[in-house]
Protein backbone atom coordinates (compact mmCIF):
# COMPACT_ATOMS: atom_id res chain seq x y z
CA UNK A 1 0.00 0.00 0.00
CA UNK A 2 1.44 3.10 -0.91
CA UNK A 3 0.95 6.80 0.59
CA UNK A 4 -1.05 7.69 -2.88
CA UNK A 5 -3.46 4.81 -2.16
CA UNK A 6 -7.01 6.06 -1.02
CA UNK A 7 -7.57 5.22 2.29
CA UNK A 8 -10.93 3.20 2.59
CA UNK A 9 -13.47 2.66 5.55
CA UNK A 10 -15.72 -0.74 5.80
CA UNK A 11 -19.39 0.44 4.56
CA UNK A 12 -21.95 -0.30 7.26
CA UNK A 13 -23.54 -3.05 5.16
CA UNK A 14 -20.67 -5.23 4.70
CA UNK A 15 -19.19 -7.64 6.77
CA UNK A 16 -17.55 -11.18 5.94
CA UNK A 17 -20.82 -13.53 6.71
CA UNK A 18 -20.45 -15.62 9.65
CA UNK A 19 -22.78 -18.78 9.22
CA UNK A 20 -25.82 -18.54 11.36
CA UNK A 21 -26.32 -21.05 14.33
CA UNK A 22 -28.27 -24.00 13.35
CA UNK A 23 -27.04 -24.24 9.53
CA UNK A 24 -26.06 -27.61 8.27
CA UNK A 25 -22.32 -28.48 8.05
CA UNK A 26 -21.37 -29.56 4.61
CA UNK A 27 -18.39 -31.53 4.84
CA UNK A 28 -17.70 -31.63 1.00
CA UNK A 29 -17.15 -28.04 1.97
CA UNK A 30 -12.97 -27.75 1.83
CA UNK A 31 -10.51 -26.33 -0.80
CA UNK A 32 -8.43 -28.66 -2.76
CA UNK A 33 -4.80 -29.55 -2.33
CA UNK A 34 -3.65 -26.92 -4.44
CA UNK A 35 -6.41 -24.26 -2.87
CA UNK A 36 -5.07 -20.53 -3.44
CA UNK A 37 -6.54 -17.56 -1.89
CA UNK A 38 -5.08 -14.28 -2.87
CA UNK A 39 -3.95 -12.48 0.04
CA UNK A 40 -4.24 -8.65 0.51
CA UNK A 41 -3.50 -6.13 2.74
CA UNK A 42 -6.32 -4.45 4.58
CA UNK A 43 -8.82 -3.27 2.33
CA UNK A 44 -10.92 -1.47 4.68
CA UNK A 45 -10.67 0.31 7.75
CA UNK A 46 -12.86 -1.21 10.68
CA UNK A 47 -15.36 0.95 12.53
CA UNK A 48 -14.38 1.78 15.58
CA UNK A 49 -16.19 1.20 18.91
CA UNK A 50 -15.57 4.52 20.78
CA UNK A 51 -13.49 7.09 21.50
CA UNK A 52 -10.02 5.69 21.52
CA UNK A 53 -10.39 3.82 18.69
CA UNK A 54 -12.16 6.44 16.97
CA UNK A 55 -9.12 8.76 17.16
CA UNK A 56 -6.91 6.27 15.42
CA UNK A 57 -9.84 5.03 12.69
CA UNK A 58 -10.00 8.96 12.13
CA UNK A 59 -6.21 9.60 11.71
CA UNK A 60 -5.44 6.79 9.48
CA UNK A 61 -7.64 8.80 7.02
CA UNK A 62 -5.85 11.55 6.82
CA UNK A 63 -2.08 12.47 6.30
CA UNK A 64 0.86 11.32 8.55
CA UNK A 65 1.18 13.61 11.73
CA UNK A 66 -2.09 15.08 11.79
CA UNK A 67 -3.35 12.57 15.01
CA UNK A 68 -3.95 15.56 17.42
CA UNK A 69 -5.28 15.38 20.70
CA UNK A 70 -6.07 11.52 22.26
CA UNK A 71 -8.65 10.84 24.85
CA UNK A 72 -8.02 10.34 28.40
CA UNK A 73 -7.07 6.12 29.21
CA UNK A 74 -9.07 7.15 32.92
CA UNK A 75 -12.29 4.64 33.95
CA UNK A 76 -10.85 1.95 31.31
CA UNK A 77 -10.27 -1.78 32.24
CA UNK A 78 -8.01 -2.65 29.34
CA UNK A 79 -8.22 -6.66 29.96
CA UNK A 80 -11.62 -6.63 28.18
CA UNK A 81 -12.81 -3.45 27.24
CA UNK A 82 -13.42 -3.17 22.84
CA UNK A 83 -12.58 0.33 22.47
CA UNK A 84 -8.98 0.26 24.54
CA UNK A 85 -7.91 -2.90 22.68
CA UNK A 86 -8.93 -2.33 19.23
CA UNK A 87 -7.01 0.89 19.30
CA UNK A 88 -3.62 -0.68 20.42
CA UNK A 89 -4.26 -3.37 17.44
CA UNK A 90 -4.98 -1.38 15.08
CA UNK A 91 -1.69 0.86 16.37
CA UNK A 92 0.23 -2.70 15.94
CA UNK A 93 -1.41 -3.77 12.36
CA UNK A 94 0.83 -0.73 11.27
CA UNK A 95 3.55 -2.76 11.48
CA UNK A 96 2.28 -5.98 9.87
CA UNK A 97 0.63 -5.47 7.10
CA UNK A 98 -0.47 -1.56 7.47
CA UNK A 99 -4.04 0.18 6.97
CA UNK A 100 -2.96 2.79 5.52
CA UNK A 101 -0.05 5.41 4.44
CA UNK A 102 2.71 3.30 5.69
CA UNK A 103 4.39 6.66 7.31
CA UNK A 104 2.15 6.12 10.16
CA UNK A 105 3.58 3.48 11.47
CA UNK A 106 6.61 6.32 12.30
CA UNK A 107 4.36 8.84 13.01
CA UNK A 108 5.68 10.57 16.36
CA UNK A 109 1.94 10.90 17.42
CA UNK A 110 0.84 7.54 16.87
CA UNK A 111 3.81 5.99 18.15
CA UNK A 112 3.05 7.63 21.78
CA UNK A 113 -0.12 7.32 22.28
CA UNK A 114 0.36 3.32 21.41
CA UNK A 115 2.96 3.87 24.79
CA UNK A 116 0.52 5.08 26.29
CA UNK A 117 -1.67 2.25 25.69
CA UNK A 118 1.15 -0.26 26.51
CA UNK A 119 1.65 1.56 30.20
CA UNK A 120 -1.72 1.20 31.07
CA UNK A 121 -2.14 -2.56 29.61
CA UNK A 122 0.98 -3.53 31.34
CA UNK A 123 0.01 -1.88 34.76
CA UNK A 124 -3.92 -3.70 34.69
CA UNK A 125 -1.47 -7.04 34.26
CA UNK A 126 0.65 -6.75 36.89
CA UNK A 127 -2.53 -5.75 38.95
CA UNK A 128 -3.94 -8.94 38.01
CA UNK A 129 -1.34 -11.15 37.93
CA UNK A 130 0.66 -9.79 40.77
CA UNK A 131 4.42 -9.43 41.68
CA UNK A 132 6.74 -12.07 40.09
CA UNK A 133 9.92 -13.39 42.17
CA UNK A 134 13.28 -14.08 40.47
CA UNK A 135 14.88 -17.32 40.13
CA UNK A 136 17.64 -19.47 38.29
CA UNK A 137 17.75 -20.67 35.69
CA UNK A 138 17.87 -24.62 37.01
CA UNK A 139 14.69 -23.76 38.90
CA UNK A 140 12.97 -22.09 36.34
CA UNK A 141 11.52 -24.89 33.92
CA UNK A 142 9.81 -26.73 36.98
CA UNK A 143 8.77 -23.02 37.70
CA UNK A 144 6.65 -22.78 34.69
CA UNK A 145 5.45 -25.90 34.80
CA UNK A 146 3.86 -25.58 38.11
CA UNK A 147 2.61 -22.24 36.61
CA UNK A 148 1.16 -24.15 33.90
CA UNK A 149 -0.65 -27.06 36.19
CA UNK A 150 -1.73 -25.09 38.86
CA UNK A 151 -3.16 -22.24 36.89
CA UNK A 152 -7.26 -22.39 37.24
CA UNK A 153 -7.62 -23.06 33.74
CA UNK A 154 -11.03 -23.43 31.58
CA UNK A 155 -10.08 -25.87 28.63
CA UNK A 156 -11.64 -24.69 25.37
CA UNK A 157 -10.06 -27.65 23.52
CA UNK A 158 -11.58 -30.25 26.29
CA UNK A 159 -14.79 -28.48 25.68
CA UNK A 160 -14.73 -28.97 21.78
CA UNK A 161 -13.29 -32.54 22.09
CA UNK A 162 -16.72 -33.78 24.06
CA UNK A 163 -19.44 -31.31 23.86
CA UNK A 164 -18.79 -28.25 21.66
CA UNK A 165 -20.84 -27.26 18.22
CA UNK A 166 -19.57 -27.15 14.82
CA UNK A 167 -20.91 -23.41 14.97
CA UNK A 168 -19.34 -23.16 18.09
CA UNK A 169 -15.97 -24.09 16.70
CA UNK A 170 -16.75 -21.81 13.70
CA UNK A 171 -17.18 -18.68 16.26
CA UNK A 172 -13.79 -20.08 17.85
CA UNK A 173 -11.76 -19.88 14.54
CA UNK A 174 -13.09 -16.43 14.18
CA UNK A 175 -11.75 -15.68 17.26
CA UNK A 176 -8.30 -17.01 16.74
CA UNK A 177 -8.47 -15.67 12.96
CA UNK A 178 -6.68 -12.37 14.01
CA UNK A 179 -3.54 -14.09 15.24
CA UNK A 180 -3.55 -16.98 12.96
CA UNK A 181 -3.63 -15.57 9.47
CA UNK A 182 -0.81 -12.89 10.14
CA UNK A 183 2.31 -13.43 7.88
CA UNK A 184 5.12 -13.26 10.50
CA UNK A 185 5.44 -14.91 13.97
CA UNK A 186 5.59 -12.46 16.71
CA UNK A 187 8.47 -13.66 17.76
CA UNK A 188 10.50 -13.20 14.76
CA UNK A 189 10.30 -9.46 15.58
CA UNK A 190 12.91 -9.94 18.33
CA UNK A 191 15.54 -12.25 16.69
CA UNK A 192 17.27 -9.07 15.86
CA UNK A 193 18.10 -9.02 19.02
CA UNK A 194 19.05 -12.12 20.22
CA UNK A 195 22.32 -14.30 19.71
CA UNK A 196 23.76 -17.66 20.05
CA UNK A 197 21.84 -21.01 21.11
CA UNK A 198 18.70 -18.88 21.79
CA UNK A 199 18.51 -17.27 18.53
CA UNK A 200 19.28 -20.48 16.90
CA UNK A 201 16.64 -22.00 18.46
CA UNK A 202 13.92 -19.48 18.20
CA UNK A 203 14.91 -19.24 14.26
CA UNK A 204 13.50 -23.28 14.54
CA UNK A 205 10.01 -21.89 15.66
CA UNK A 206 8.93 -20.50 12.62
CA UNK A 207 11.07 -22.45 10.40
CA UNK A 208 8.37 -25.73 11.43
CA UNK A 209 5.91 -23.56 11.35
CA UNK A 210 6.26 -22.54 7.42
CA UNK A 211 7.07 -26.09 6.72
CA UNK A 212 11.18 -24.75 5.72
CA UNK A 213 9.27 -22.91 2.60
CA UNK A 214 6.48 -24.90 1.39
CA UNK A 215 3.87 -22.10 1.04
CA UNK A 216 0.89 -24.53 0.88
CA UNK A 217 2.23 -25.99 4.82
CA UNK A 218 2.85 -22.39 6.33
CA UNK A 219 0.63 -21.62 9.47
CA UNK A 220 -1.68 -18.94 7.77
CA UNK A 221 -2.26 -21.40 4.86
CA UNK A 222 -3.37 -24.38 6.65
CA UNK A 223 -5.35 -22.26 8.94
CA UNK A 224 -7.00 -20.07 6.11
CA UNK A 225 -7.64 -23.61 4.60
CA UNK A 226 -9.52 -24.64 7.74
CA UNK A 227 -11.35 -21.88 8.43
CA UNK A 228 -12.64 -22.03 4.19
CA UNK A 229 -13.73 -26.07 5.17
CA UNK A 230 -15.74 -24.57 8.12
CA UNK A 231 -17.52 -22.10 5.30
CA UNK A 232 -15.90 -18.87 6.82
CA UNK A 233 -14.16 -16.02 5.04
CA UNK A 234 -10.47 -16.57 5.02
CA UNK A 235 -9.26 -13.38 4.22
CA UNK A 236 -7.02 -11.10 6.13
CA UNK A 237 -9.25 -8.80 8.66
CA UNK A 238 -12.79 -9.73 7.79
CA UNK A 239 -13.28 -10.27 11.15
CA UNK A 240 -11.31 -7.73 13.41
CA UNK A 241 -14.83 -5.68 13.84
CA UNK A 242 -16.72 -8.41 15.76
CA UNK A 243 -14.04 -9.39 18.49
CA UNK A 244 -14.24 -8.64 21.36
CA UNK A 245 -11.24 -6.62 23.69
CA UNK A 246 -11.11 -9.98 25.46
CA UNK A 247 -9.84 -11.60 22.22
CA UNK A 248 -7.64 -8.78 21.20
CA UNK A 249 -5.97 -8.83 24.42
CA UNK A 250 -4.57 -11.96 23.41
CA UNK A 251 -3.08 -10.93 20.03
CA UNK A 252 -2.01 -7.31 21.29
CA UNK A 253 0.15 -9.36 24.49
CA UNK A 254 1.75 -11.32 22.08
CA UNK A 255 2.43 -7.55 19.91
CA UNK A 256 3.55 -5.84 22.77
CA UNK A 257 6.22 -8.32 24.14
CA UNK A 258 7.71 -8.66 20.55
CA UNK A 259 8.07 -5.01 20.11
CA UNK A 260 10.28 -4.03 22.87
CA UNK A 261 13.64 -5.29 23.70
CA UNK A 262 13.23 -4.74 27.25
CA UNK A 263 10.17 -7.28 27.01
CA UNK A 264 12.87 -10.17 25.48
CA UNK A 265 12.50 -11.85 28.72
CA UNK A 266 8.80 -11.59 29.13
CA UNK A 267 8.39 -12.84 25.44
CA UNK A 268 10.61 -16.03 25.85
CA UNK A 269 7.88 -16.75 28.88
CA UNK A 270 5.16 -16.35 26.82
CA UNK A 271 6.77 -18.48 24.08
CA UNK A 272 7.34 -21.03 26.46
CA UNK A 273 3.74 -21.42 27.95
CA UNK A 274 2.59 -21.79 24.24
CA UNK A 275 4.68 -24.43 23.06
CA UNK A 276 4.34 -26.43 26.44
CA UNK A 277 0.65 -26.28 26.25
CA UNK A 278 -0.18 -26.16 22.18
CA UNK A 279 0.45 -30.08 21.20
CA UNK A 280 -2.29 -31.61 23.67
CA UNK A 281 -4.90 -28.83 22.49
CA UNK A 282 -4.36 -29.18 18.93
CA UNK A 283 -5.01 -32.86 19.23
CA UNK A 284 -8.24 -32.25 20.94
CA UNK A 285 -9.04 -29.19 18.19
CA UNK A 286 -8.06 -31.79 15.64
CA UNK A 287 -10.43 -35.00 16.82
CA UNK A 288 -13.25 -32.48 17.29
CA UNK A 289 -12.78 -31.15 13.83
CA UNK A 290 -13.10 -35.00 12.83
CA UNK A 291 -16.14 -35.47 14.46
CA UNK A 292 -17.77 -32.69 13.02
CA UNK A 293 -17.21 -34.55 9.37
CA UNK A 294 -14.33 -32.39 8.52
CA UNK A 295 -11.75 -33.32 5.49
CA UNK A 296 -8.52 -34.02 5.78
CA UNK A 297 -7.28 -30.75 4.30
CA UNK A 298 -9.75 -28.81 6.80
CA UNK A 299 -7.74 -30.46 9.49
CA UNK A 300 -4.34 -29.98 8.52
CA UNK A 301 -3.72 -26.57 10.82
CA UNK A 302 -4.16 -29.27 13.35
CA UNK A 303 -2.48 -32.50 12.60
CA UNK A 304 0.44 -30.57 11.06
CA UNK A 305 1.03 -28.62 14.53
CA UNK A 306 0.51 -31.60 16.52
CA UNK A 307 3.57 -33.08 14.26
CA UNK A 308 5.69 -30.02 14.95
CA UNK A 309 4.91 -29.20 18.72
CA UNK A 310 5.87 -32.77 19.64
CA UNK A 311 9.46 -31.66 20.44
CA UNK A 312 9.04 -28.19 20.52
CA UNK A 313 8.11 -28.14 24.09
CA UNK A 314 12.04 -29.58 24.75
CA UNK A 315 13.03 -26.81 22.61
CA UNK A 316 11.44 -24.32 24.56
CA UNK A 317 12.57 -25.04 28.22
CA UNK A 318 16.69 -26.43 27.27
CA UNK A 319 17.29 -24.25 24.61
CA UNK A 320 15.22 -20.84 24.73
CA UNK A 321 14.30 -20.96 28.59
CA UNK A 322 17.74 -22.26 29.83
CA UNK A 323 19.71 -19.98 26.92
CA UNK A 324 18.20 -16.86 27.96
CA UNK A 325 18.57 -17.30 31.50
CA UNK A 326 22.65 -18.35 31.27
CA UNK A 327 22.73 -14.85 29.11
CA UNK A 328 20.74 -12.82 31.36
CA UNK A 329 19.83 -14.09 34.84
CA UNK A 330 18.03 -10.68 36.11
CA UNK A 331 15.07 -11.63 33.40
CA UNK A 332 13.60 -14.29 35.49
CA UNK A 333 10.71 -12.14 36.90
CA UNK A 334 9.99 -10.73 33.53
CA UNK A 335 10.37 -14.47 31.93
CA UNK A 336 7.74 -15.75 34.68
CA UNK A 337 5.27 -12.38 34.13
CA UNK A 338 5.00 -13.49 30.73
CA UNK A 339 4.08 -16.96 31.51
CA UNK A 340 1.84 -15.56 33.81
CA UNK A 341 0.37 -13.26 31.55
CA UNK A 342 -0.53 -15.50 28.89
CA UNK A 343 -1.85 -18.17 30.61
CA UNK A 344 -4.44 -15.02 32.42
CA UNK A 345 -5.60 -13.71 29.30
CA UNK A 346 -6.02 -17.28 27.63
CA UNK A 347 -8.51 -18.34 31.35
CA UNK A 348 -10.31 -14.95 30.43
CA UNK A 349 -11.02 -15.41 27.01
CA UNK A 350 -11.76 -18.98 27.49
CA UNK A 351 -14.29 -18.11 29.91
CA UNK A 352 -15.73 -15.25 27.86
CA UNK A 353 -16.70 -18.13 25.02
CA UNK A 354 -18.05 -20.39 27.29
CA UNK A 355 -20.18 -17.88 29.10
CA UNK A 356 -21.33 -16.68 25.97
CA UNK A 357 -22.02 -20.31 24.80
CA UNK A 358 -23.86 -21.67 28.07
CA UNK A 359 -26.45 -18.85 27.31
CA UNK A 360 -26.83 -20.12 23.92
CA UNK A 361 -25.64 -16.75 22.44
CA UNK A 362 -22.92 -15.60 20.30
CA UNK A 363 -19.32 -14.61 21.82
CA UNK A 364 -18.75 -12.47 19.12
CA UNK A 365 -19.18 -8.99 19.21
CA UNK A 366 -23.22 -8.33 17.73
CA UNK A 367 -22.68 -5.99 14.17
CA UNK A 368 -25.35 -3.65 15.75
CA UNK A 369 -24.12 -2.89 18.81
CA UNK A 370 -21.78 -0.10 17.81
CA UNK A 371 -23.40 3.07 15.76
CA UNK A 372 -22.23 3.47 12.36
CA UNK A 373 -22.17 7.20 11.99
CA UNK A 374 -19.47 8.69 10.33
CA UNK A 375 -15.72 8.86 10.98
CA UNK A 376 -13.69 11.65 9.39
Same mark, same amino acid.
Given at each position: ?????? @??? !??? #????? @???????????? /???????? @????????????????????? /?????????????? &???????????????????????????????????????????????????????????????????????????????????????? #????? @???? !? =??????????????????? $??????????? /?????????????????????????????????????????????????????????????????? &????????????????????????????????????? !????????? *????????????? $?????????????????????????????????????????? =??? *??????
Amino acid at each position: MTSREP @ILR !RPS #NALAA @IPSYGRVFDSTF /APSPGHER @IQTDWPLLPWPRGPLSATVVS /ALQRQPGTLGATPP &LSQVDPLDDDDFELALYLCYEMHYRGLADLEWGWDPGLLKFRTELERVFESRLREEIGPMVSAHSMEMVTMLDQLVDEYPGTSLASYF #NVTGT @IDQF !R =EFCVHRSAYQLRAAHPQTL $SLPRRSGDVKA /ALVEVPVDESSSGEADRMRTRLFAATMTALGLDDSYGSYVEILPGVTLATVNLASMLSFHPQWRGA &LVGHLAVSETTSMESMERYGAALSRFGVGRVGRRFAD !RRVAVDERR *PLLARNHIVAGLL $SAAPQLSADLLFGAAAVLMLEQRFAEHLLGAWSEHRSSLVPW =ELY *PRDPVL
